[in-house]
């Protein structure tokens, strides 16, 4: 953990202020004379009978890796299964539940899918099935059984689940400045908040009678929620059900803390966060206007406004970069990505699939904390669906391997000689099986071992491997055979230990030549 150092030059500044206040200090001063007021000690004492007794505000806190969280399937497959969903309403809304794809092949940026839409359908077998249409001989795709019955289960939950749906809606433009949020911004985000994907074609149908579309000025057009009652945040309602507070606005909260493994803190900054706690506590769904932006109490509203956040999404994760867009709209300061780094036991940031995904700890490691999404289920379904598609395609290339090797034909000349190997080879072994096997096989056998070890020598050029090729072909050779199997394996050994020794001798041969015009040169030299 590091934090920001300061020169002598910029603390005598602070300690000049008015109150002894600063945004990057939030100091109480002691002097050394008790008796004396404080307006005069203010003016007479110097800076060194001062003492700092409270922590950092601003703090740099070093990311330390958890395996944990980033092990977590439905938060890191979240962003490949968005794409999945987007694609497989397209189908569902096609005639016949199948579409070609002409209809999606042009529309690969609006669903956020990288690739080309048919190569990435076909990454995913087990989810949308591939046939060819009626008409031109055009591919076409529809979903597997299992997606179907997925689909089903969905679409049961929306229908179950649409007051929860409406209050979590309606609770995230709550927390907005006016209680009014762009359609736009809505539509980033319903991914996060579980909404289906044509909620926001006709609000005025879809939602209740709470909400209402407005008119936000440039063309802008938003959605704005009336609401009389007073909404407790999750801090707010456990707090009233352990008996540690009354509900009252500028209560002492505390944040559940999850330190991860291996993460250290030094005693200022540990000091500092229990302070932090003890910070009146602000509601996402009260104002927050008269706050100083550089105080305590402002910094804790921020994390309790991410904590809210983050408990009403499905995955109770987002990607930052996303949550970044809502600043404007919910008071948020501009460096609010700071927040999750000096909270590391609230917020963890994870950092796979080339994103930065802000999880909230506490839904992680409390189950009974937060209320679940009834989305969550299904969306972990769908996940297991898609693991299956790696075992299909790993079958799919090794069926088309087994097929191509039967389909090659080439007129190469190495290719006919492969051929014929393979032809007398198949030969032998299958009259050999049969159990016809006498003398007169053997000659042949002998000889197409032979041509067999000066085509591998041919082909590879290097004479260093054909012990490994003559064994290979010698067990081959004894475990398809049944009776003169011995006697061909004697005559295959016998060339093999010729031919090695033949190889040995040759060396030799060289090393010797070389020794001996070695000697002849330096000799030569010698007499010079």
Excluded at 102 to 120: C, H, M, Q, T, Y
Excluded at 127 to 143: A, H, M
């Amino acid at each position: 953990m590091l934090c920001k150092r300061y020169g002598s030059g910029t603390l005598k500044n602070l300690l000049r202020c008015s109150g002894f206040q600063s945004p990057i200090f939030s100091s109480l001063c002691r002097s050394r004379s008790r008796s004396q007021s404080q307006s005069q000690s203010q003016s007479q004492s110097p800076p060194c009978v001062y003492t700092q007794i409270c922590c950092y505000v601003d703090v740099y806190m070093k990311w330390k890796k958890d395996s944990y969280y980033d092990s977590i399937e439905y938060i890191h497959q979240s962003i490949e299964l968005k794409r999945i969903v987007s694609l497989k309403n397209c189908i569902t809304q096609g005639p016949n539940g199948c579409i070609p794809i002409s209809d999606v092949s042009k529309r690969g940026l609006e669903l956020g899918i990288p690739i080309k839409v048919a190569r990435f359908l076909r990454l995913y077998p087990s989810v949308f099935e591939e046939f060819t249409g009626p008409q031109y001989n055009l591919p076409w795709f529809r979903l597997t059984p299992e997606a179907v019955e997925i689909d089903t289960e969905e679409k049961r939950v929306y229908e179950e689940f649409k007051e929860d749906l409406w209050n979590r809606l309606r609770k995230f433009i709550l927390m907005s400045k006016n209680r009014v949020l762009p359609l736009k911004i809505i539509q980033g985000m319903q991914w996060y908040l579980g909404l289906p994907d044509d909620f926001l074609r006709d609000p005025e149908k879809n939602l209740d009678d709470s909400f209402r579309v407005v008119d936000m000025g440039d063309g802008l057009r938003g959605l704005a929620v009336d609401c009389q009652e007073r909404v407790l945040s999750v801090l707010q309602k456990h707090a009233l059900d352990r008996g540690l507070g009354s509900g009252d606005s500028m209560e002492a909260i505390e944040f559940p803390f999850f330190p991860s493994q291996g993460v250290r803190m030094r005693k200022k900054i540990e000091a500092w966060l229990k302070e932090f706690q003890k910070k009146p506590y602000v509601s996402p769904y009260e104002d927050c206007l008269n706050l100083d932006p550089d105080s305590d109490v402002a910094e804790k509203r921020v994390v309790g406004v991410l904590h809210e956040l983050l408990s009403l999404f499905v995955e109770h994760s987002a990607e930052r970069k996303k949550l970044l867009c809502l600043k404007k709209y919910l008071c948020l300061p501009q460096k609010v990505h700071k927040a999750f780094e000096r909270h590391p036991h609230v917020f963890y940031l994870s950092l796979r699939n080339k994103t930065c995904t802000a999880i909230l700890k506490e839904a992680c490691n409390d189950k009974y904390a937060i209320e679940r999404h009834p989305l969550l289920r299904v969306r972990q379904k769908y996940i297991k669906l898609m693991k299956q598609s790696a075992v299909i395609l790993k079958k799919q290339r090794t069926n088309s391997r087994v097929v191509k090797s039967k389909n090659v034909k080439d007129l190469d000349l190495d290719y006919v000689e492969d051929m014929e190997l393979k032809t007398t080879t198949q030969f032998i072994l299958k009259e050999d099986r049969v159990g016809v096997m006498d003398g007169t096989h053997i000659l042949a056998v002998v000889l197409m071992r032979m041509k067999f070890v000066y085509f591998i020598e041919k082909k590879s050029r290097l004479k260093l491997y054909w012990p490994c090729v003559s064994l290979t072909w010698n067990l081959f050779i004894f475990g398809a055979g049944r009776r003169e199997q011995l006697v061909i394996l004697v005559y295959l050994l016998y060339i093999d230990i010729w031919y090695m020794i033949y190889s040995i001798l040759c060396i030799v041969y060289c090393i010797c030549l070389l020794y001996v015009y070695y000697i002849c040169i330096h000799t030569h030299i010698i007499q010079k």
